[in-house]
């Protein structure tokens, strides 16, 4: 006789696992094609470009691995070019073929084409030199510091530090003549490629002695009546952004003081932003004579504007920091990344003072990038207000030595660099969000975050303050 129970107990197990097996087959159907994401072909102009192997283009974070192709279209036919000549821009029309990620959410690019009026003018028709990883860079700034002389060489110019190797193609203009004639606020231009420690190795480099006009007496002479007005401390309660002191009596109205502004009382708030900025300003400068046309005679002041939250760059050496700023931003290397910025936009604004412009433009036929702008009116640039006539990739550009500068200036001073892109994230909208994890990072935040990973692979060294030397460049108030 059977036993129904023990029949049962048998069966249940072998019915169990059959359900189980085409459960699991009907999982594994529907996982796999999920798996294998279908490649897609987009259409679009690029946004932002965020660092050199990620662009943003029809709202999608374009992800360039070191497997993607690159082509350049004219017209119906496609010429594949060298990945690591290609620098993109902001505007650029690119088909960009690819997957999402599922895991990063990015679209990883296997093929992009860009169109040919873009490439023109640029060096992609010639094979890359291999010398490791990171792009290329044609640029021209001041030396601020230079490590060593002789066949191999390193210096730091325009946010880079710069490798000379027995191969890199080496002149003089002016009156220079050797590498031992080169020295911290010599001009120079260089190109090369960043290497995966984050120094550019130099494939040419021009070295050659600044011509700038004359300084301004106001500039130029620290014993000006308007240096001693300043030790005053007793009216002076507004600055222009050309460094004039005033005394203003009632209630101050900016709308009707057109390039005043209103100083901060609280002296210890003055004194902490001179003492910052101090100490970020390069060592060279100080070992200039004050008639030194090279001379920036750098001043700080802090200033009541509520709703400005970036430097005001006036006259040549002159910085406005508004309270905002100092109210919002959490410790003192944060403020020095604003402080550094705006340092670094004066930097740009002695170049573009250069009068002879024709030998830069003999320099920058190296890279067809022009390396003068003329600075005529303000306009926002960035991080900080400076005056000048320029297109929105030469403002990204601008954008970008910056922030290379402003870091470099921050790693020398001994703060951290790694606060600069929090500092802006921070400074970013009117009001601060309860939960400081939902506020985005603006686009100085992302570039100089791309700056860091390519140039600061290792952590940057921070100096304890009490190394740091005292800056006598910056006048006092």
């Known amino acids: 006789m059977r036993n129904r129970s023990t029949d049962h107990f048998v069966w249940l197990p072998v019915r169990f696992g059959c359900v189980l097996f085409i459960l699991l087959s009907v999982t594994a159907a529907t996982v796999r094609p999920a798996l294998a994401q279908p490649e897609l072909k987009i259409d679009s102009s690029i946004s932002e470009v965020e660092a050199p192997d990620l662009f943003v283009m ?11 192709q690159f082509y350049v279209r004219n017209g119906k036919t496609a010429t594949h070019i060298t990945p690591m000549n290609v ?10 073929i690819g997957v999402r990620n599922p895991v990063t959410n990015n679209f990883d690019a296997s093929a992009i084409y860009i169109n040919v009026k873009d490439m023109q003018g640029r060096d992609w028709e010639q094979p890359a030199a291999d010398t490791g990883s990171g792009g290329r860079f044609s640029e021209t700034g001041v030396i601020t510091k230079v490590a060593e002389t002789g066949p191999t060489s390193n210096f730091e110019a325009d946010g880079f530090r710069v490798r000379i190797i027995p ?11 050797s590498l031992a004639d080169v020295r911290p606020g010599t001009w120079v231009h260089f190109a090369g490629r960043l290497i995966s420690e984050g120094v550019l190795v130099a494939s040419q480099v021009i070295f050659l002695t600044p011509n700038l006009p004359p300084l301004t007496p106001a500039l130029a002479n620290d014993d000006s009546p308007q240096q001693n007005e300043s030790r005053r401390h007793v009216t002076l ?10 005394e203003f009596e009632g209630k101050f109205k900016p709308d009707q003081m057109k390039g005043w502004h209103l100083l901060t009382a609280d002296s210890s708030v003055q004194e902490r932003a001179r003492a910052i900025g101090t100490r970020l300003i390069p060592e060279y400068q100080n070992q200039l004579p004050l008639n030194d046309p090279s001379k920036i005679t750098y001043r700080f002041f802090v200033v009541e504007e509520p709703y400005i939250r970036t430097c005001i760059i006036g006259k040549l050496g002159i910085i406005l920091v508004p309270r905002a700023i100092l109210d919002r931003l959490k410790g003192d290397d944060q403020l020095a990344a604003v402080l550094a910025d705006g340092i670094a936009s004066h930097f740009q604004l002695q170049r573009a003072q250069m009068p002879t412009v024709t030998s830069f433009d003999e320099i920058s036929s190296l890279a067809g990038v022009a390396s003068v702008f003329a600075f005529e009116t303000t306009t926002v640039i960035g991080g900080g207000i400076v005056k000048g006539v320029i297109d929105h990739e030469a403002e990204i550009r601008l954008e970008a030595e910056r922030a290379r500068i402003a870091l470099q200036l921050l790693d020398n001073a001994g703060y951290d660099p790694r606060q600069a892109p929090e500092a802006w994230r921070l400074l970013g909208p009117n009001k601060l969000p309860k939960d400081l994890s939902k506020l985005e990072a603006p686009r100085l935040s992302r570039v100089e975050a791309g700056i860091l990973h390519a140039q600061y692979p290792q952590s940057p060294r921070v100096v304890p ?6 800056n006598p460049s910056a006048t006092q108030m």
Request: glycine fraction near 6%; aromatic fraction near 8%; charge should be neutral.
């Open 237 to 246: 309660n507004i600055v222009s952004e050309d460094g004039e002191l005033g």
């Open 465 to 470: 303050a009490a190394q740091q030397f005292a």
């Open 58 to 68: 029809n709202h999608l974070n374009v992800k360039i691995l070191p497997t993607t």
């Open 167 to 177: 191969s890199s193609q080496v002149s003089f203009r002016g009156s220079l003549h």
């Open 87 to 96: 620098p993109f821009r902001a505007d650029w029309l690119v088909r960009v």
